[in-house]
């Protein structure tokens, strides 16, 4: 799956484009939305490679802390709306037990980031449905929990099977010690999967509870997305492709 859909720009380690994925009657359309860890490291060329992409939107989904720690330059072509997804400051009492219990980091919070934050997911899908015209990339940091959270809702309302839905983020996975090296970080997985194992489940297991668990009814009613941002995100935004 990986190396079909691969995004290959310089500086990124785990871009992807998310069409070609399993729908009904068919898959969805390649070319119009990607994900992505941080675009800050993106060379030039790297740069390049998305314009020949056609993306033309970034929506970044990390904290205002992060993103003020940016020190690449971005080409005049991309636009780039901020997302904070996470909502640190906002909504401690959704993140205490989290970072407590070290789960932050794990799939293990997913489900109920989207069951009782559902408006920061709602915004991040705004913002992909309301992009101009060109491709959309979103991505956070390593492009894992909050990308993988979005890609989880973006992929469900599209009706991309939930298998698909799994394998997709597992390429996360299987991406990141790379991503890590990249930038002299020590690979994680196995603190990662042994927080999972200590809650009965793995990291496979958990993603997949949280994409079971996932009431897209419910999450639409109270995302704040209206009838033409679910038809764009249905369609993979091609009305403006």
């Known amino acids: 799956m990986s190396d ?4 290959h720009a310089e500086g990124l380690h785990n871009g992807r484009d ?7 009657g068919g898959v969805t359309p390649s070319g119009r939305v990607y994900r992505s860890e941080s675009v800050d490291r993106l060379t030039p060329s790297g740069w390049q490679a998305l314009h020949d992409a056609g993306i033309r939107t970034v929506v970044d989904l990390r904290a205002p802390s992060e993103t003020a720690r940016d020190t690449g330059e971005r080409p005049g072509w991309v636009t780039t709306v901020v997302v904070d997804h996470d909502g640190l400051d906002a909504e401690p009492r959704f993140w205490e037990p989290y970072w407590d219990t070290g789960l ?3 799939p293990l919070y997913y489900g109920a980031h989207l069951t009782e934050l559902p408006e920061r997911t709602g915004a991040a899908l705004r913002a992909i449905a309301r992009a101009e015209p060109g491709g959309v990339l979103f991505h956070c940091a390593g492009g894992r929990d909050r990308t993988g959270i979005v890609a989880l809702a973006l992929l469900t309302l ?3 099977r939930r298998d698909a839905i799994v394998a997709d983020h597992l390429v996360t996975v299987e991406n990141a010690p790379a991503l890590l090296a990249s930038i002299g970080v020590p690979s994680n997985e196995d603190r990662i999967e042994a927080l999972c194992a200590q809650h009965g489940t793995s990291v496979a297991g958990a993603f997949r509870a ?3 668990g996932f009431d897209a009814d419910r999450f639409v009613e ?3 997305l209206d009838a033409d941002d679910l038809e ?3 369609t993979f935004r091609a009305q403006v492709a």
Not at 18 to 24: A, F
Request: hydrophobic share 40%; aromatic share 0%.
């Open 4 to 7: 079909d859909r691969t995004l």
């Open 232 to 234: 764009a995100l249905r």
């Open 158 to 160: 599209d009706g991309v």
């Open 18 to 24: 998310l069409g070609g994925l399993p729908v009904p």
């Open 210 to 212: 949280a994409v079971d």
């Open 104 to 106: 932050v980091g794990t």
């Open 222 to 224: 109270r995302s704040g």
